[in-house]
């Protein structure tokens, strides 16, 4: 079965830092464009940052210069690096297989920024 498990999140003061990772099994991680959704209360769900095969990282202009993804092929792990967090992070983030077709998310890390 195909897992997407996060972690990592949490409550953290505005300016501070946290990291998501994201464990997958399943299928074969280092062939997969993988990417961060995060979806605040009353909002509608929005991409954060992808890691593209055969383009590398691309962030949402929200993020960019702030948040980081990476991915550990040899771990199966996808994360991402958040830097000078802002009230307006506050969301719960997902991680996903797949660009412009979704095909499996994982259950969401809750991270709060206050």
């Known amino acids: 079965d195909v897992q997407l498990v996060e972690s990592g999140g949490g409550s953290v003061q505005t300016g501070g830092t946290m990291r998501l990772s994201c464990v997958v099994s399943?299928?074969?991680?280092?062939?997969?464009?993988m990417a961060w959704w995060r979806q605040a209360p009353e909002k509608e769900c929005e991409l954060v940052s992808a890691?593209?095969?055969?383009?590398?990282?691309t962030y949402s202009d929200a993020v960019k210069g702030r948040f980081t993804i990476s991915r550990d092929n040899a771990k199966n792990t996808l994360y991402l690096q958040l830097n000078s967090l802002k009230t307006e992070d506050t969301a719960i983030y997902y991680c996903?297989?797949?660009?412009?077709?979704?095909?499996?998310w994982g259950q969401g890390t809750q991270v709060t920024v206050s």
């Open positions: 996903a297989r797949g660009l412009g077709r979704v095909d499996y």
């Open positions: 890691f593209r095969r055969d383009r590398g990282p």
């Open positions: 399943g299928f074969a991680f280092e062939d997969a464009d």
